[in-house]
Structure formats: structure tokens, C-alpha cells
């Protein structure tokens, strides 16, 4: 038999059970059930702390929130083009605050309909309407359906970031209270109206409605009112922007929802569902969005940082945007293939170097690397100009003579592309048909270093090499730099950087920047007006004749970099300077591509395309008095070469003499 306990009890089992004392099981619940208030008043006393330390901890942080609301709008642009007209808006569309007296109380109804029914009764939290949310969501079995009130929304906008925390909800919480206990119903309202975001880019109530409608809030109809009501929902699914029929849907469901409250009848609401709102048809501009990150950059550089909208007005010319656009997709589409290019640039300035036009690649959707402004490649012979203009600041003129023969450096034997040699030439001839040993020995002659000087000069600010294939456009640059170094040409001797801001303001007209430059003498109108002689020349006769104008006088010069890999095309007429460029991302050879190919035909059709009624007016420089050679070692050299010939006897007759020609024998009698 088993022992029992020395104090007579069992341990367990039946007979304990049995045995136990009267109340004993009573003492036991009463000991539970003190346990379970201990363990609750503990997590009670631990939750108290645990939420005070949060509130301790976001006290300060939150007094700074409330202290600056994000009421003023971050940085945000409207870039204008020359005509006033919208190219793009960067950042948010922000308008001027609307009081809530002057926005028609249809949308204002509209709003409280599909956000917050029960605005002007709750304390900023709607149980109800949190509960209705609830239940739907459960039924849904997903996210379809929010409780937030205008006040809660208001409340993550303007002082909250979108991170989804415990400790942004509790922020949020508290934010609410502190704006029902300081702010009016209407206050809040308006503050809401004016700032909530409205899809597109839009900021509040008016900037929504002058986007997609083009008027003021004031004048919108029940129906727009609707949709514009239908969107803090969801803004970029229902931004009629987006999918107008499935804003329209939306819009519906608001004003079935305004029925439903009793704020509108349906004979009221009958118009606006049979005739729903339209939007504004906007031109879509992507490719002018090039120039528009250019310009972007240039305003940084312009004004300090600073908080709040900013209206650039630019120098860009819609209408010759739009040819350039459309005459660089031809070149790529017809010639493209055929010579194994894939992209393509162009810029246009005015003789003041205001850019009329920039196209920087191909699509901007599939790239937005701009290759006018921010592509660097090999110029080639279009870097020319800037070694010839440095030969004309040393003593030589266009009527000077160089000879046209094989060149060696130090083991480094440039050729002409043609492969053949001229002997002695004038720089002018040696220059419209691009001879490379002529541009090497100027190169050598004057100094590499006045040419790097020269190409300062002129703009270029690129790094130069001072190597001996400077001469033949080694070194590279940027369309815009190469396109603005022609500019004192074309503009006798003035030149300037490109430039493509006019002003920059507010919104409420106070100017920030007001461009005032004009653009200053570079070089002398002399030395100008002989390059101009010589860069007509390239076209009139030379490697640039299929950039003819016709009867327009123009002046310019090819480019084609080493295995075909970059053609240019770089030309003015009194009007406009152009520069043209065609390669391939990648620096791939072409099949082919010249400067005086596919870039100086499609020079041609985009200039004569943006001349059509302008007047034809000659180039300074172009027609005049033969240049006279500079007096030097040039002017002697031709001296001797003359009384050379004059040594020469006379031929009699019946006599026969030959001479060689071009490579070849003929006979004179």
C-alpha cells in the first residue's frame, strides 16, 4: 500500500478531490483570477508607458510637422515655350488658393459625397464610417475601400510622409485632433480643396481644373465638378488623362452618390449623367522634352533653390521645333538603314544665340539622353573652321598658299579622303574641299596651342588635346558647343554661349531672372566675314554642295569622324545656325555616312522648310573684292612660283612637250 503524505492528504486523484476542505476550491479561483488582473494591470501599466514614450518621442518632431505644414508647394516648373505656350511642367501644377465662397457649392457637395459624408458632425475620426470600411473590405476580401475622413487626409498630406509605420498612424492620430481643435470645418475644408492632389500632376482644385478643363474652378459644371470629385480616390487610375472613360464612370458613381445623401435630386443630376465632361485635347510634346531638361539646368545655374512654382519662359519656336523634329525622323527612317545609323541631333539658333529648336536623339521615351547637349563625339573636319580662323589671326588670308602633299609626325601620315594630293593650293581651296594635310600643317605651322586658344575663344569647353590629330577633329565635343562656336561667324565676329531662358517668375509675375546679355564681339568683322567667303565656298563648290539652299545664300561646313562614325553638318544663313549630327549610341562605324551626305541633305530640307517666307539676304563677306594674300613667307613663296614660270621658254612650233596632270600624260602642240 502506498504511503500517504505525512500531512494525511492525497496528492492528486478522486480521493484528494474528495477530501478536500470545504471553500478550498473557491480560494483557488479567487488566486487564477488575481493572477489574470496582475498580468493585465501589468500590460495596461507597460502599454500607458509604452505609449507615452512614443508620444515623448514624437512630441518634438511632431511640433516641427505642425509648425510647417507643406501648404507652400515644393519647387515646381511650367516651362513656357517663345509663344507662351506650355512644353512641359516638371515637379507639381499648383494654382492659386480658391476661398471656398467662389467654387460653385455643387463641387463642394460633390467632394464631401465621395470623401467624407459626415465631415461637419465628426471630431476628425468617422467610427462609422471606419466601420463601413471595415466590413466592406471583409466582404471584398480586399483593400477597396478607405476610412480616412478629409481631416485624416489632410492630416498625411501636409505634414506626413507615405510610409505606412505604427508610428506614422499614431502620428497621423494626433495630427487630426490638433487640426479639429485649432482649424474650423471650413478652414479645413478649404485648405483640403486647395491642395489635395488631383492627378496629372495637379495640385488642388484650380490647378486641376485649368489642366484638364482650361477654366477656373468657379466655372465648372456639375459634371466636371464630379470627376474632378471622383479622383483623390485613386488619382492616377481615374485621371481622365489616363483612361477619360473611366473618369467618366467615376464621375457617375459621384453623382449617384450625391442623389443618395439628399444633396442634389435626380433631375438635378440628369444633365451631367447624360452629357458627361470632356477634357482639353493637349498636343503631346515629348520630343521639345529635351530642350526642357536643358532648360531646367540652365535655371538651376540661374536662381538659388527655393520653395514654390516658377514659370520659365523660353526662346524655343514651336512651329520650327515641330520641322526639326519631323525632318530628323525622315533622315533616320529613309537614309538610316541604308548607312547603318540609328540616332540623330539638331540645334537651331538665332544670330543672338537664342535656341529656336533642339532635337536630342531619336524618342525621348525610349531614351532621354540627350545627345545635342550632352553627347560628346568626334567632330571631324567640322572642327576646321577654328584651325583656319587661328591660320587668319597669324598672318594668312584665304588667297594664301600652302602646299598639298604627304605629311609625317613622328610616324603619324594623315591622308585626304579622296587619297589624292593638290600640290599647291589656296586655303581656300584647300579648305571647301576639306583637305586634311593643308589643316594639319596650318595646325603644326601656327601652334596647336593658339588653336586650343582659338576654339576657347569661340565657346568650346570641352578638354582639347594637344595632339597632331587636333587638326582633323579628334578631340571631342557637344553639338551645342560646335553649333555655338559658328556663331561669330554668321554674326559678324559676335558670338555668345546658347542660351534658351528668357525670364523666370512666379506665378503672381514677380521677375526671379530676366536675361539681359547681349552677345559680344569674339572676333573682327574682317576675320569673320573671310570665313564666311570660305564656308559658302563648301557649299557653292565644295564637300558641302548638297546643303544648298538654291538662291538663299548659306555658308557651312561637313564633318565625318574616323570610320564613319559621326557625320555633322554645321551651317548659318543670316537668319539661323544649324548644326546637325548622325551616329549611333554605341560609336558603331556607319555604312557610309558623310557630313556630306546624310547630314547636309537633311540640313538642306530643314532649312529651306524653315526659310519658306523669310527674305533672302546675303552673307557679309561672300561677295566681295578677291582677299589679297597677307604679306609673309606665303607672299613670297608665290613670288618665286611665279618667276618660275615666267624662266620658263616658249614652245615652238611643231614642238611637242608634256606635262603631268592629275596623274596623268598630255599632249600640248
Known sequence: MAEKPQDGWPESGPERDRLSPPGHEGGRVRARLRRWVSLLSFSFMALTVALGLLVFSLVPHLQKQIDNPQLLEQRAAMVLDADGKELATRGGRYADIVPLEEMPPYLIQAFLAAEDQRFYSHSGFDIRGILRAAWRNLQAGAFVEGGSTITQQLAKNLYLSSERTVARKFQEA?????????????????????????????????????????KSVSQVTLAEAALLAGLPKAPSRFAPTNNLKRAQARADYVLQLLVETGALTNGEVFAARAEPAE??????????????????????????????????????????????????????????????IEQGALLTLARDGAVKAMVGGRSYLDSQFNRAAQAKRQPGSAFKPVIYLTALKNGFGPSSIMIDEPVDIHGWQPENSAGRYWGPVTLLTAFKHSLNTVAVRLTEQVGRGKVIGTARQLGIKSPIAALPSLALGASEVTLVELTGAYLPFAADGKGTEPWGITEISTPSG??????????????SPRRAR??????????????????????????????????????????????????????????????????????????????N?????????????????????????????????????????????????????????????
Open 279 to 340: 477634357i482639353v485635347v493637349r498636343e503631346e510634346r515629348l520630343g521639345t522634352h529635351y530642350f526642357v531638361d536643358w532648360v531646367l539646368e540652365e535655371a538651376r545655374a540661374l536662381i538659388p533653390p527655393a520653395d514654390g512654382t516658377i514659370i520659365i519662359r523660353t526662346t524655343l519656336d514651336g512651329a520650327m521645333q515641330r520641322k526639326a523634329e519631323a525632318a530628323m525622323e525622315k533622315a533616320l527612317a529613309d537614309q538610316g538603314p541604308a548607312v547603318n
Open 510 to 523: 514677380i521677375v526671379l531672372y530676366e536675361r539681359k546679355e547681349e552677345p559680344r564681339q569674339i572676333i
Open 174 to 214: 494626433l495630427i487630426t485632433l490638433w487640426l479639429e481643435s485649432h482649424y474650423t470645418k471650413d478652414e479645413i475644408l478649404s485648405v483640403y480643396l486647395n491642395r489635395i492632389y488631383l492627378g496629372a500632376g495637379t495640385y488642388g482644385v484650380e490647378a486641376a481644373s485649368r489642366f484638364y478643363f482650361n
Open 609 to 669: 522648310d524653315i526659310h519658306r517666307g523669310l527674305p533672302r539676304i546675303a552673307l557679309p563677306g561672300v561677295r566681295r573684292e578677291p582677299v589679297v594674300a597677307r604679306q609673309g613667307k606665303e607672299q613670297e613663296y608665290f613670288r618665286q612660283l611665279s618667276a618660275l614660270f615666267r624662266s620658263v621658254p616658249p614652245v615652238s612650233a611643231g614642238r611637242t612637250t608634256r606635262f603631268r596632270q592629275g596623274g596623268e600624260t598630255i599632249r600640248v602642240r
Open 530 to 607: 573671310d570665313m564666311t567667303h570660305m564656308l559658302h565656298q563648301v557649299i557653292a563648290e565644295g564637300t558641302g554642295t548638297r546643303a544648298s539652299l538654291g538662291r538663299r545664300m548659306a555658308a557651312g561646313k561637313t564633318g565625318t569622324s574616323q570610320n564613319n562614325r559621326d557625320a555633322w553638318f554645321i551651317g548659318y544663313t543670316h537668319q539661323y545656325v544649324t548644326g546637325i549630327w548622325f551616329g549611333n549610341d554605341d560609336n558603331s562605324p556607319s555604312a557610309g555616312a558623310s557630313g556630306g551626305g546624310i547630314a547636309a541633305s537633311t540640313w538642306s530640307a530643314y532649312m
